[in-house]
C-alpha cells in the first residue's frame, strides 16, 4: 500500500533549528533516494551542498530558498496533509491502479525539503515542500504525488537509464524515449482526476502548463511540430553535444511530459485502456515507435 512518511521533513526542520545533524539529514532513506537521482541523472550531490543551500546560499541545491520565510505555510501544508491523508493515499491508489492493476502499489511518499519538486525511482517517491505551488492549492500535492508514485512504478518494471552511459547518438535518442514514456505516463495518470475536479491552474507554473497544453489543440500542435523536428535533427546531428541535446529534449517545451502524455491520451481514446495498461510495459524504444502515429491528429 502507498503511505506517507513525514520524517524526513522532520528531521530536516530539526536541523534547520540546531537539533540534528546533516549526517542524519544525510542518511535519511529520502535523502538516499534523492542521492540515487541525482548520482544518475544530474552528476551527484555533496551533503555540504545541501548544507551551504539551508544557510541561505544560493545555487548548488533547489528547492530551500526562503525556507525560513515559509515555515508558516509549510507547516500548514503539513497540517493538511495529516489531515487529508486517507482520502488522498486512496486517491493515489486508485489513479495508479487503472492504469497498472497488476502492480503492487508499495510505495512510500517523503515529503522533504529540495532537489526537485518531484522526483520517483524504485526506492520510493519524494516531494519538495517548500513550493509555493502547494501553498496556494495544497490538492497539488496529490496531484503530484500520482505522478512521483507513476514514475516509481516504471522505474521497478524498466530501470531507469544512468546518464553517463550515454556514448552515442543512439543512446540520447533511447534515453529521451524512456523519460517519453516514463513522463508521458506520470503526467497521464493524475489527468482524469484533475479533470473530474474541474481543476486546471495557473499557466504560470509548468505543471500547470503541462495540461493547458495537452487541452490545446493548437498548443499540441505546435509542440508536436517541434518534437518532430527535434526526432529529424537529431537524427543527422552527430556533432551535438550531449548538453546541446538535452537542452533541446528537456528544456521549456518539456516534450517529454507534453507530447508523451498526449500519445496515452491518444492510445486510450483509440484502443482502450487495456492498449494503456499494455503499452507501459513496453520497451520505450518500441513503445515511441508503434504509437508515434497517433500524433498525426496533431501534425
Not at 544518475?40 to 528547492?63: S, V
Not at 495508479?96 to 524504485?122: Q, S
Request: with cysteine.
Amino acid at each position: 500500500m502507498v503511505e506517507i512518511d513525514l520524517s524526513a521533513a522532520e528531521i530536516f526542520l530539526s536541523y534547520m533549528d540546531g537539533g540534528t545533524s546533516m549526517d542524519e539529514v544525510w542518511g535519511h532513506d529520502a535523502y538516499k533516494i534523492i542521492r540515487t537521482h541525482a548520482e544518475k541523472l544530474r552528476g551527484g550531490l555533496k551533503k555540504e551542498q545541501i548544507e551551504r543551500a539551508a544557510k541561505g546560499e544560493k545555487g548548488g541545491y533547489y528547492g530551500v530558498s526562503g525556507i525560513r520565510e515559509n515555515l508558516g505555510n509549510i507547516e500548514t501544508l503539513i497540517d493538511i496533509i495529516k489531515e487529508r491523508e486517507d482520502s488522498w493515499l486512496k486517491s493515489i491508489e486508485a489513479e495508479l491502479h487503472r492504469v497498472v492493476p497488476k502492480e503492487k502499489k508499495d510505495i512510500t511518499i517523503y515529503p522533504a525539503f529540495g532537489y526537485d519538486i518531484g522526483i520517483g525511482l524504485e526506492e520510493g517517491v519524494c516531494i519538495n515542500l517548500n513550493e509555493g505551488l502547494f501553498f496556494h492549492v495544497p490538492r497539488q500535492f496529490l496531484y503530484l504525488a500520482i505522478h512521483e508514485c507513476s514514475h516509481t512504478l516504471y522505474s521497478r518494471i524498466h530501470g531507469i537509464p544512468d546518464i553517463d552511459d550515454i556514448r552515442s547518438n543512439q543512446d540520447m535518442i533511447s534515453f529521451f524515449n524512456t523519460f517519453l514514456h516514463t513522463e508521458g505516463y506520470a503526467v497521464y495518470t493524475p489527468l482524469k482526476l484533475r479533470a473530474a475536479d474541474g481543476y486546471t491552474g495557473s499557466e504560470n507554473h509548468y505543471l500547470n502548463a503541462d495540461y493547458h497544453i495537452i487541452y490545446d489543440e493548437e498548443g499540441m500542435r505546435k509542440t508536436v511540430k517541434g518534437y518532430d523536428l527535434l526526432r529529424d535533427e537529431r537524427t543527422i546531428s552527430k556533432d551535438w553535444s550531449l548538453q546541446d541535446y538535452m537542452n533541446r529534449a528537456f528544456g521549456e517545451k518539456r516534450f517529454a511530459y507534453r507530447v508523451g502524455c498526449a500519445v496515452v491520451n491518444r492510445i486510450e481514446q483509440e484502443q482502450g485502456m487495456d492498449e494503456v495498461r499494455k503499452a507501459f510495459y513496453m520497451d520505450a524504444d518500441e513503445f515511441v515507435e508503434r504509437y508515434d502515429g497517433y500524433l498525426d491528429v496533431y501534425r
